[in-house]
């Protein structure tokens, strides 16, 4: 008997929907903790380890690190910077399980894809040298705003002010993702900290401190060129290269051009080295770069320079660390990037330029961008009741700094054992590592906001308060990131004084004076 189903009927799905369905599958049977076995089925059948589930934005990475899968399976899915829908890498999320070995693996993975692919762009564009399957997929991301095109910069107007904590700034317009028009920071006044132990580690005991040959490049807000010109012996030859109109305009108006020994380069650095003009400076005792808008490549290409630009084995380099800046966490992508950028200067360093191998080599030096894991440790603690918090060094001194009756640290404990109290009751009630976000009592309300790295933001209000986690988000984005996280020089570790940030302290005191519950 002849079929009565249509001969054009197709009941095949196209490559895409194959792949979503795969994806969605590896990732499920990660998370409900499937076998080993059933993963690596998936994977040979073609399961893409970029997938990121449409609901959270979870890859396979993410919940193999969420579940502690064995380092095979975290080989396996190499997607090392993906981030979920809340900006969170693999890496993360191992950091906040205290899971060092899951994180290393990451970490790890994520040096060399770096390493890789940055050999591989240093050769002739060919794409047939990267391999390209269902599971495997090189996404780069341009950046045209002018906080990560140098074009754009460039053409970007700046602005010099003071912004509402009353530290001169450096600001440029860019238009985020989302379309909304938002300030960047070329240069802020709280970085002037790290420029002073640059100097100092810089220009300290050294062999040619009377008769300084330093070269900078990008003025900014001139931060480090005025510490390099208060010096006990200024600069004999003080060359300073810096391509943006609005800011050559500054360094007019504040008599840069006028300065005695200052040479001004209207220009990038690039120019300069390609017409040869840094080598008729003979050579730089101190070399500093901190530019904006400019990339890893940008600065390698800068590092293979230094043999030629540095004026022998007693010169000294360092520059401002700030990749990986943008990231929310102080984690993974800052890590990778820390080992990248050494492995370039030990490149640099072993290699010789146009005159060949070097016998000896000058010294690079920079203070790191370095943050400890704060899991146990609190860092900062205060009361709105007092108007102008006591100095950190205050805090021990003074013996009871809240109304509780207790000291700093005594009282620290005691909320964060809370923390971990409340946590362990909630796992064995519902068998999962769940987090709460506020505990009521007759007499407070404790309101809980913890990041992926394990920082526990901590406040305790009336029990008739709503609820305050955004508020502590809103400190976490704000305060500690800019003033805290973002600054190597901010110690982390104190157990007795808490953050030792004048700054951090004062902004983080207006921020909860302007809530609308203490109004």
């Not at 191998?357 to 790191?368: D, K, Y």
């Not at 809370?418 to 362990?424: A, E, G």
Request: proline fraction near 5%; include cysteine; charged fraction near 25%.
């Amino acid at each position: 008997m002849a079929s009565t189903e249509p001969d054009d009927v197709d009941v095949s799905m196209d490559d895409e929907d194959v792949a979503t369905l795969l994806g969605e599958n590896l990732v499920n049977t990660i998370l409900e903790g499937g076998s080993l076995d059933s993963i690596k089925k998936l994977l040979e059948d073609g399961a893409p380890v970029w997938y990121q589930n449409e609901a959270e934005g979870t890859s396979p990475l993410h919940a193999a690190a969420d579940e502690i899968y064995p380092e095979d399976d975290i080989e396996r899915t190499r997607r090392w910077l993906t981030v979920d829908y809340l900006k969170f890498t693999a890496g993360d999320i191992a950091l906040s399980f205290n899971d060092s070995e899951a994180y290393v693996l990451i970490r790890d993975a994520g040096i060399r894809a770096e390493l890789l692919l940055g050999i591989l762009s240093s050769q002739d564009e060919n794409k047939s040298q990267l391999p390209s399957t269902a599971s495997t997929l090189v996404l780069k991301q341009d950046d045209d705003t002018a906080s990560g095109s140098t074009d754009a910069f460039l053409s970007s107007k700046l602005t010099y002010t003071t912004d509402k904590y009353g530290q001169k700034v450096c600001m440029v317009k860019v238009r985020s993702e989302e379309g909304v028009e938002e300030e960047v920071g070329v240069m802020m006044g709280w970085e002037e900290g790290i420029m002073k132990e640059t100097v100092r580690r810089l220009a300290e005991d050294h062999p040619s401190a009377e008769n300084l040959t330093i070269l900078n490049v990008g003025f900014g807000l001139g931060i480090i060129d005025t510490l390099f010109q208060s010096l006990a012996h200024p600069p004999a030859q003080h060359v300073i290269i810096e391509p943006h109109p609005d800011v050559l305009q500054h360094m007019r108006e504040t008599g840069w051009y006028d300065k005695p020994n200052v040479t001004v380069l209207e220009g990038k650095w690039q120019d300069f080295v390609a017409n040869q003009k840094l080598l008729s400076f003979g050579g730089f005792d101190i070399v500093y770069t901190d530019t904006f808008s400019e990339d890893y490549s940008a600065l390698k290409s800068f590092f293979e320079e230094l043999p030629d630009i540095l004026s022998g084995p007693q010169a000294r380099f360092s520059f401002f660390h700030g990749l990986g800046a943008t990231t929310t966490e102080a984690g993974l992508l800052p890590a990778v990037c820390q080992a990248v950028s050494a492995n370039g200067l030990e490149n640099a360093q072993g290699g010789g330029g146009a005159g060949g191998a070097r016998s000896s080599t000058p010294n690079f030096s920079s203070p790191r961008n370095t943050l400890s894991s704060s899991t146990g440790t609190v860092v900062a603690i205060g009361e709105s009741s007092s108007f102008n918090p006591p100095p950190p060094s205050q805090v021990v001194a003074n013996a009871m700094t809240t109304s509780t009756g207790l000291a700093f640290d005594e009282e620290a404990k005691l909320v964060y054992g809370v923390v971990l109290s409340l946590r362990n009751m909630i796992k064995k009630i519902s068998g999962r590592d769940e987090q709460f976000t506020s505990y009521r009592t007759s007499a407070y309300r404790m309101h809980l906001f913890e990041t992926a790295s394990g920082y526990k933001f901590v406040m305790l209000t009336d029990p008739k308060t709503e609820g305050m986690r955004t508020q502590l988000k809103r400190i976490y984005e704000g305060p500690f990131l800019e003033f805290v996280v973002r600054n190597p020089l901010v110690k982390m570790d104190s157990r007795e004084q808490g953050v030792d940030n004048d700054n951090f302290r004062a902004a983080l005191d207006r921020l909860v004076r302007g809530l609308p519950v203490f109004l």
